[in-house]
Nanobody
Framework: VQLQASGGGLVQAGGSLRLSCAAS????????MGWFRQTPGKEREFVSS????????SYADSVKGRFTISRDDAKNTVYLQMNSLKDEDTAVYYC?????????????????WGQGTQVTVSS
C-alpha cells in the first residue's frame, strides 16, 4: 500500500493542525493505521494508532487528551487532529500501515510508511 501524508506546517503553541494520510494500492480497511514522529538524532516514536474497524485507538501518553486519530475507509484516509500543540510536538510525522490488527506501537512492526510531513510548533 502507498501512503501519502499531508497537512503539516508551522503553528503557534496552543494551536491546532490536522494531518491526513491517503492510502492507495490495497484494501485500506485491512490495515491498522498509525502515526509516528521523529526528531533529528532520535528514534521514531509512536504517537497513535487506530484499528481496522476504527473501534480501538491508542495514544502515547504525551499526546493523550490533545490528539485524536480517526479514519474514513470510504476515502482511504486516516487523520490526526492535533490540538493544544506544544513545542515538543515539533517533528516529522509519518503515517504507517500494519497488516496485523493488534494495536502495535513499535515502528518495526509496521509494514508500510508514508514520506513524512513536518510539523513545527513555535512558542
Amino acid at each position: 500500500v502507498q501512503l501519502q501524508a499531508s497537512g503539516g506546517g508551522l503553528v503557534q503553541a496552543g494551536g491546532s493542525l490536522r494531518l491526513s494520510c491517503a492510502a492507495s494500492g490495497r484494501t485500506f480497511s485491512d490495515y491498522t493505521m498509525g502515526w509516528f514522529r521523529q526528531t533529528p538524532g532520535k528514534e521514531r516514536e509512536f504517537v497513535s494508532s487506530i484499528s481496522w474497524s476504527g473501534g480501538m485507538t491508542s495514544y502515547a501518553d504525551s499526546v493523550k487528551g490533545r490528539f485524536t486519530i480517526s479514519r474514513d475507509d470510504a476515502k482511504n484516509t486516516v487523520y490526526l487532529q492535533m490540538n493544544s500543540l506544544k513545542d515538543e510536538d515539533t517533528a516529522v510525522y509519518y503515517c504507517a500501515a500494519d497488516s496485523a490488527d493488534l494495536g502495535r506501537s513499535r515502528a518495526y512492526e509496521y509494514d508500510y510508511w508514508g514520506q513524512g510531513t513536518q510539523v513545527t510548533v513555535s512558542s
